[in-house]
């Protein structure tokens, strides 16, 4: 038998964990038949539901013991939000206006997650008084605020994990330190505070499976300190994170599923087990479309500019997500700067990209697998329009 080297085995275990699953994104001749027949204003994101459906489906089936909760904040389109409650998912929010759009579409505020770590006083107020249970805490001062507010809310803790292999590392801004959480724990149980779970971020497009099962033994661990405290943990929330294809190969859903299946396999029924998906449930299911408003050369140097920009919804290359990007055209590659169309010097999108050197003005621009956090991104800057959403 033929000794692999190892290289051949690094490689055969790099195509066990990614690419295992098809990936479906929005079909490009839906798009591109929508333009023939009613032409085109400004950028647009075209959305087809039936993908979010079955990527919901595929969620729930990879982890039958995990309920997703969408992250609002990915795109808040009420289409897709009534698609999800039609899949039976829940939600979490970030702000009381993500609460009053689920509200006014149907969902109680008692299954509502309120995961924004910090959260003004007024918000926490009004969040419990539409009937809000359940709140995110990560600090000593968080936990004194809403007890002073809600005396009875539900609380989870977010604590911080390892963000390797994430392409946007989160860890930082959130999460109680393990060496604080004893400090919090004591702080609850003297307030006669319910805190009630834990929760944790493993960065967002997380590549490495591995970052929930640490996140998920770091949950159990503080689980028997608040137990030993006299608390009654009974919510895992294991957050978001779950990655879309753009460039880069992924794992798929099924490949980080073992890994948490597993984690959770020894805990008990009285735990309730949530994430918090987001990109993962829409990104797939939509196309942005914008269009080339102009083209120039600089110091032999190529740029193009687009109708949509980092204020236009293109926001999150400025973070180093690259997206496939699209033409009709067919010349040869070359490196192009690309940029939005306001006057400000930031909104510059990416540098040396590849794309066909015959690229023109008005030529369209087609950016698949964007349907998560572009539209949610977009302002009005400069008095540029919002890009619409078309949904299929």
């Known amino acids: 038998m033929k000794k692999l080297s190892t290289a051949a085995v690094q490689q055969q275990t790099e195509n066990i964990i990614f690419d295992t699953h098809p990936e479906v994104s929005i079909d490009l001749s839906l798009v591109k038949a929508k333009l023939a027949q009613e032409g085109y204003q400004h950028p647009f994101l075209m959305l087809d539901t039936a993908i979010v459906r ?95 507010i ?50 944790f971020h493993v960065g967002s497009q997380c590549r490495n499976p591995q970052n929930w099962r640490v996140g998920i033994e770091r949950a159990k661990t503080v689980f028997a300190s608040m137990r030993e405290a006299g608390l009654n943990p009974r919510l895992l929330n294991l957050g978001g994170g779950y990655p879309v294809r753009y460039v880069k190969p992924i794992p798929a859903i099924e490949i980080i599923a073992e890994v948490i299946n597993e984690a959770i396999a020894d805990l008990p029924e009285t735990i309730r087990i949530m ?80 794309l066909p050197e015959d690229i023109q003005e008005d030529d369209f621009i087609f950016i698949p697998n964007a349907g998560a956090y572009t539209t949610s991104y977009a302002s009005n800057f400069n008095g540029f329009p919002l890009p619409d959403v078309v949904v299929v």
């Open 150 to 199: 809600k005396p009875d809310a539900k609380l989870y803790l977010r604590v911080d994990t390892p963000n390797i292999g994430s392409d946007w590392p989160l860890a930082g801004k959130f999460g109680t330190h393990l060496v604080d959480v004893r400090e919090i724990i004591d702080e609850a149980v003297k307030l006669h505070a319910d805190l009630a779970g834990v929760t």
């Open 54 to 148: 079955n990527k919901a489906r595929r969620f729930k089936a990879a982890m039958p013991r995990v309920h997703p909760h969408y992250a609002a904040k990915a795109n808040p389109d009420p289409r897709v939000l009534k698609t999800l409650i039609e899949e039976g998912v829940g939600f979490e929010i970030a702000s009381i206006a993500e609460l009053d759009l689920l509200m006014s579409l149907g969902v109680p505020a008692v299954e509502i997650f309120y995961s924004n770590p910090m959260k003004s006083r007024a918000y926490i107020q009004y969040a419990a008084e539409k009937g809000v249970e359940w709140y995110v805490i990560d600090s000593m001062e968080e936990l004194r605020k809403i007890v002073s």
């Open 275 to 354: 994430a918090e998906p987001g990109r993962y449930l829409v990104s797939d299911s939509a196309c942005f479309v914008c269009r080339v408003v102009g083209t120039a050369v600089r110091n032999g140097k190529r740029w193009m500019y687009w109708d949509a920009g980092i204020f236009g919804g293109i926001i999150e290359v400025s973070e180093g997500l690259r997206y496939e990007i699209l033409t009709q055209r067919t010349g040869s590659p070359v490196p192009w700067s690309i940029a939005g169309p306001t006057c400000d010097s930031v909104d510059v999108l990416m540098h040396d990209e590849m």
